[in-house]
């Protein structure tokens, strides 16, 4: 296989940061055939490739020829798996003298020609790679190689536009393209001294070297491996930028866009390319919910109440976007959600036994474990007048009951519940106290919740045993906000 295979593969994956694109179509019919004049010229082994990269990429071969002759083996280990491949490689075939004359193009030249870089070729099966869309920030361009999916879009090559001309940024793939062949490796089971072996021989069609021949400078000069510390690039590069492309869609107006900038800002999970801001996160997850981004109205749901410690106003204001999650079905918390609002009468709806097991019904249809446990409780418990159900509570008990060993405490307490409600109170006092062992030994559960938690447990138990049932006397919302539960 060679080099431009894990290019093409990581390609056809996709990366999931999203971004829509609808630029003038002028400029992206300008970015599209500087890409296709690239992808025609690189899948035939073309040198002529070469001179339709960016100047960064010409500085980034160039650092690759200082690398093969200067670089530690730890600065070696530091580099993504294709460069430090295509360093590799230019150690195993490169005479010291003939690296030292060429500049960055004729790197990159003798990597085209050799087949270890570039586009893969058309086939039966797959045209060559195209750009399908195009977002253009500031003399930056990013491509993206196919339509979105329902989840993310495909983000693809950067180009750079210099002179008015659109040349294609080589290292803007370097991460991508490395990651997948990491995947590969660990998927395999393959470590990291035999994958690089692996990867060098199959560009060779030969034996490779050993990596430890591999490993050793062919020059040593402590000042050039000091500038080569002061010269790295900077790898993280095209994903700001593509956070910048997705930030410009979404102020366009594009939901998934949207989706995208609010969770990163709101969860901070990649604070290198978005600091977390959960205000700005939040307010873009709305915006996007308000649009009919489904996934984005889910998040906002749980956010909003989260942010506001519970109150009542922050329920009210999570209430329309669990609606639309709820509407939308493909959520099953959310249909959960729609259950608990309607259980706890909170954010104005009214307290309705009803409708909240109507709402976990449709909850555990679509997959919601924890719904039958629901929906038992609603009905064993239900403390609004004329609606509890004992008996429809205990024939949903029943498949629990069959699983008596699986439950855990939570399912526990409410199957004794039912029993109590049937007047099964014998019954009732031995799943109480299998209930209470496990909240016990429950490590999950901090010890201030757990002790609220079993003195409530300990109450239920003490009726059972007298001979009474036991109907809800406390909302959940209120032991949340009070941080008991």
């Known amino acids: 296989m060679r080099m431009r295979r894990w290019l093409a593969g990581m390609l056809a994956g996709a990366l999931v940061l999203p971004a829509w694109a609808a630029e003038d179509m002028a400029t992206m019919n300008d970015v599209s055939r500087a890409w296709d004049r690239y992808a025609a010229l690189s899948s035939q082994d073309n040198a002529e490739a070469a001179g339709l990269l960016a100047t960064s990429s010409e500085d980034h071969f160039a650092f690759l020829r200082d690398l093969a002759l200067y670089a530690s083996p730890g600065q070696l280990r530091r580099l993504p798996s294709l460069d430090r491949v295509l360093v590799y490689l230019l150690r195993a075939t490169q005479a010291d003298e003939v690296l030292q004359a060429m500049d960055g193009r004729a790197v990159a030249a003798l990597c085209f020609t050799r087949g270890w870089i570039g586009v893969e070729p058309a086939s039966e099966d797959a045209p060559i790679l195209a750009l399908s869309n195009v977002t253009v920030v500031g003399d930056e361009a990013v491509g993206e190689i196919g339509s979105p999916t329902e989840t993310q879009f495909q983000f693809g090559p950067i180009l750079a536009r210099e002179d008015g001309r659109w040349r294609y940024r080589y290292e803007s793939m370097v991460m991508d393209a490395s990651t997948l062949m990491d995947q590969s490796f660990r998927q395999a089971g393959i470590g990291d001294v035999q994958a690089m072996e692996m990867s060098i021989s199959t560009m060779l069609e030969s034996e490779a070297p050993a990596l430890a021949t591999l490993d050793r400078a062919p ?37 998934l866009a949207q989706f995208g900038v609010g969770s990163l800002l709101y969860s901070g999970a990649m604070p290198q390319l978005a600091p977390k801001d959960e205000a700005e996160g939040l307010a873009w997850l709305e915006k996007a919910s308000e649009g009919g981004h489904a996934q984005a109205a889910w998040v906002a749901s749980n956010a909003i109440p989260q942010r506001g410690k519970f109150s ?22 959310a249909l959960l959600g729609m259950a608990n609002y309607y259980f706890e009468g909170v954010a104005g709806l009214p307290r309705d036994c009803r409708q909240a097991a109507d709402w976990a019904s449709r909850a555990e249809e679509a997959g919601a474990k924890q719904a039958r446990n629901e929906r038992v409780w ?36 409410t199957v004794a519940s039912a029993l109590a409600a049937n007047r099964d109170f014998e019954q009732a006092v031995q799943f109480q106290l299998l209930a209470l062992e496990k909240l016990t030994a429950d490590t999950e559960t901090t010890e201030d919740k757990r002790a609220g938690t079993k ?24 032991e949340i906000r009070a941080g008991r539960m």
């Open 219 to 255: 020059l040593d000069d402590a000042a050039i491996r000091t500038r080569l510390n002061e010269d790295w690039p900077d790898y993280m590069h095209s994903y700001r930028l593509r956070v910048q492309a997705m930030r410009q869609k979404a102020a366009d107006g594009d939901l």
């Open 378 to 413: 609603i009905w064993a418990t239900c403390p609004v007048a004329g609606q509890r159900d004992p008996a429809k509570a205990l024939e949903l008990a029943q498949f629990m009951i069959r699983r008596k060993d699986e439950l855990n405490w939570h399912e526990l307490d």
């Open 312 to 333: 009542e106003a922050s329920l009210a204001r999570a209430l329309p976007h669990l609606q639309r999650a709820a509407a939308h079905g493909r959520e099953p918390m």
């Open 455 to 478: 003195k409530r447990m300990t109450a239920r138990l003490s009726r059972y045993r007298n001979g009474n049932d036991y109907v809800l006397d406390y909302r959940a919302i209120d």
